[in-house]
């Protein structure tokens, strides 16, 4: 799991930070990093980055991505290969190893996307992974080293499916991974039965959500609802899967969470994953026949 640390110096889609979200995510998973780690990441402009590419680097012009990291990586060693390392930089205020600051200049995203002729959000995501590549080790000074960064940036971008509209058609695996990160926040002291749920938007966008419990038992939220009531209120309304994730056995959402989903989405794909990486998925309609929704109500008007 990744925090990243914002710094937002220029007005950017809220997607881009969504996006970048996913590819920190993304990254740390396929590179195989358990620990939670962190990053300060920072949107500017030219000059910001012009200036500290001038006075940490000695490069007197802007650019677009720099990436400074705290790791001290041996030669060869990439941050999955380097537990050890990662635990010197550990920060029990942020309860997450530090791996470093990204500073990405967003003049030179829109700049460069259009000049390679796909969207802002494609280049975001590619400059975040570079980025990130670099904070975990990665560098492509010589040859075998930058084929090395190369493949380990295709597997991130690929993860995160990534085409050329920047539409993430992010696979089911990360999905199931962001599923159960978000379990991992679970505020579930009296039945100790974590859930995570991570719901992905036709737009792309993904929301996670926790079982929050509650000393009033009944006023418990499942993992699934706290997700889509996230999603709602930050105006997303089309979604296309689910993941559901739990350590033990398989979390089919309850009645009520069946419900909710049916609300919004009646078709959705729904993936539970528990256990040693073990997956089943359903479609709602198979999960909550005859259903009862919005179309029942002779009063409801699109
Ligand atoms: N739970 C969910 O989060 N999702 C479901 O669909 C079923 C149950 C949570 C609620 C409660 O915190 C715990 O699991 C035990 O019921």
């Not at 012009?50 to 705290?70: C, K, Q």
């Not at 209120?233 to 089919?252: C, D, L, V, Y």
Request: charged share 25%; net charge negative; glycine share 6%.
């Amino acid at each position: 799991m990744m925090t990243l640390l914002w710094e937002v110096e220029t007005a950017v889609d809220p997607r881009w930070l969504s996006l970048m979200q996913l590819s920190a995510d993304a990254a740390l998973h396929m590179e195989g990093v358990k620990r939670h780690c962190a990053v300060n990441i920072r949107l500017c402009d030219d000059d910001a980055i012009h200036e500290i590419n001038r006075d940490y680097r000695g490069v007197d012009r802007a650019t677009d991505v720099l990436s400074f990291p705290t790791v001290n990586y041996p030669k060869g060693i990439t941050a999955g290969q380097a537990d050890k390392y990662l635990r010197r930089e550990y920060d029990d205020e942020l309860d997450a190893c530090m791996l470093g600051d990204l500073i990405i200049s967003v003049p030179h995203v829109l700049q460069q996307a259009e000049e390679y002729g796909h969207s802002p959000e494609r280049e975001t995501a590619y400059l975040t992974v570079h980025g990130l590549c670099h904070l975990m080790g990665y560098d492509h000074i010589e040859d075998d080293e930058r084929k090395e960064m190369r493949a380990m940036e295709e597997k991130i971008l690929n993860a995160i499916g990534m085409d050329r509209d920047g539409n993430a058609a992010v696979s089911d695996e990360i999905l199931m991974e962001l599923a159960r990160q978000a379990m991992e926040r679970s505020y579930s002291p009296y039945s100790h039965h974590p859930v995570g749920a991570a719901l992905l938007c036709a737009d792309g966008r993904i929301f996670q959500g926790c079982n929050v419990e509650n000393a009033s038992f009944g006023l418990t939220n499942c993992a699934e609802r706290t997700a889509m009531f996230k999603a709602i209120s930050e105006g997303a309304r089309e979604f296309t899967a689910i993941a559901i994730a739990n350590p033990q056995s398989a979390p089919w959402p309850c009645g009520a969470c069946r419900q909710v989903l049916n609300e919004f989405a009646p078709n959705i794909r729904v993936i539970v994953t528990w256990g040693d990486n073990e997956k089943y998925e359903m479609m709602l309609p198979e999960l909550l026949p005859h259903s009862f929704g919005p179309n029942d109500l002779n009063t409801y008007e699109k």
